[in-house]
């Protein structure tokens, strides 16, 4: 059970820990419990909280007793940012969240096997306490000067906006937490994001004076690239684990484009092949780089990994379908739809000319060029070879009744979607 933390450095997802050779002791001497909590401020988790249920998973594997905390109390305060106060939600809205956040952990996470994790929400605490009962209990714990020295509290008082006693309460909330999970669990480890180290250390001190007792925490690292900017922003923002804020193609598509640079760090991160795997991809990266076996690999493991094995099936079979190593007419409409969202299209009628439809998609100048194209045999619709300059889009051959997927060479695509209503318009 002690390896494990060896294995989590290597794979860098430590950053802090209270006392190293302390933790490592208690990881060592039999099962430790441990928790980490999940707030419920938009409707889907995304990359980053993937790290932290990736931990959470490798010291399942462990042998170590897991708890995940969504919170129902503390999603409707939202930690604090250090941009200014947070929109509130209601109580509906962040009771609907937390629904949608457990179904994104629990594949994650074992929560059937011989040593199955936990899934609890602090609403379940948190709303039966009167105000005077949290003043008395809790806050009475709690110095103002050591809140007040929080870095992201002590940037937010210098700003012009400062922040509200709602969400500088923050800090007492996830100390509370940590307690109740002690009391209840036995909980003696809480993980978390770096960023979270004031927070996590709030209940650490909390139990402490409460109980007596020590506990720990670890962080994990910002995930960073290697030209040392941010990882996990898209042209559509967040890398969502939600299938509907970010579909399974196209979150595939996120980690299949990761650069050589970052490729290995993000295998050790982000999936559970073993070393000796691993390097072999290293190996491939730098013998084989065109090749792109390491970015697939990444790709397919956190894909299924969120999403599932059927899922990652269908977005690889449409990756090969759309530039013709595959059979555009299996996919189904809703993958077809999330591997095209991206292309250049167009709105055609039916029967419209091969050649208007690549102009009008901006694949060629003009019809010149179109018809060049075909000639040449460079034009393809659905992965078929247009033969004929005075070529049609059939209805018969469109898929799911209305696109048309249009191809000049090899890899330059855009789409052309029929609408039948607009036959006979001028």
């Not at 990881?27 to 931990?55: E, K, M, R, W």
């Not at 050591?146 to 008082?157: H, I, P, S, Y």
């Not at 209840?184 to 650490?204: A, F, I, M, P, R």
């Amino acid at each position: 059970m002690s390896d494990v933390l060896d294995e989590l450095q290597w794979r860098g997802l430590v950053a802090q820990s209270t006392d190293e050779a302390a933790l490592r002791d208690a990881l060592g001497a039999g099962p430790v419990t441990y928790y980490c909590g999940f707030d419920p401020t938009a409707p889907s988790l995304h990359h980053g909280n993937l790290v932290q249920l990736i931990l959470l998973r490798h010291l399942q594997l462990a042998g170590h007793r897991c708890i995940a905390l969504v919170g129902g109390a503390t999603g409707m305060i939202g930690d604090p940012r250090q941009s200014g106060e947070r929109v509130l939600n209601d109580k509906e809205t962040v009771a609907a969240w937390v629904e949608r956040l457990k179904a994104q952990i629990a594949p994650i996470l074992d929560l059937e096997g011989e040593n199955p994790a936990t899934l609890v929400n602090n609403l379940d605490w948190t709303a039966p306490m009167s105000a005077i009962d949290f003043l008395r209990d809790v806050g009475k714990h709690y110095r103002l000067g050591t809140m007040l020295a929080k870095d992201t509290v002590a940037r937010r008082l210098s700003s012009e906006d400062g922040i509200s006693f709602t969400e500088f309460s923050y800090q007492i909330l996830q100390g509370m937490d940590y307690l109740q999970l002690y009391r209840d669990h036995g909980v003696t480890l809480q993980t978390g994001g770096n960023d979270q180290w004031g927070n996590l250390l709030s209940g650490v001190e909390l139990i402490r004076k409460v109980e007596g007792a020590h506990v720990h925490v670890l962080t994990t690292p910002l995930i960073t690239k290697a030209d040392g900017t941010k990882f996990g922003k898209t042209e559509g923002g967040a890398v969502w684990l939600a299938p509907d804020m970010m579909s399974p193609y196209a979150f595939y598509q996120f980690w299949v484009n990761a650069d050589d640079a970052d490729v290995v760090r993000f295998l050790k991160v982000f999936t559970f092949r073993s070393r000796e795997e691993i390097a072999e991809l290293e190996r491939s990266v730098q013998e084989r780089p065109a090749a792109r076996e390491a970015q697939r690999a990444l790709a397919s493991d956190v894909t299924t990994l969120v999403h599932g094995p059927d899922a990652t099936k269908a977005v690889i079979a449409a990756s090969q379908a759309l530039f013709g190593r595959g059979d555009l007419a299996e996919l189904d409409e809703s993958t077809l739809a999330s591997a095209v969202a991206e292309l250049p299209r167009v709105d055609v009628a039916p029967g419209t000319p091969v050649v208007e439809a690549f102009v009008g998609a901006g694949l060629v100048a003009g019809r010149s060029a179109a018809r060049r194209a075909i000639a040449e045999g460079g034009a393809y619709v659905n992965n078929v070879k247009v033969t004929g300059e005075d070529a049609t889009l059939d209805p018969a051959e469109l898929l799911h009744g209305r696109y048309a997927l249009l191809r000049r060479g090899k890899r330059t695509l855009a789409l052309a979607v029929v609408d039948p209503e607009a036959a006979g318009r001028p």
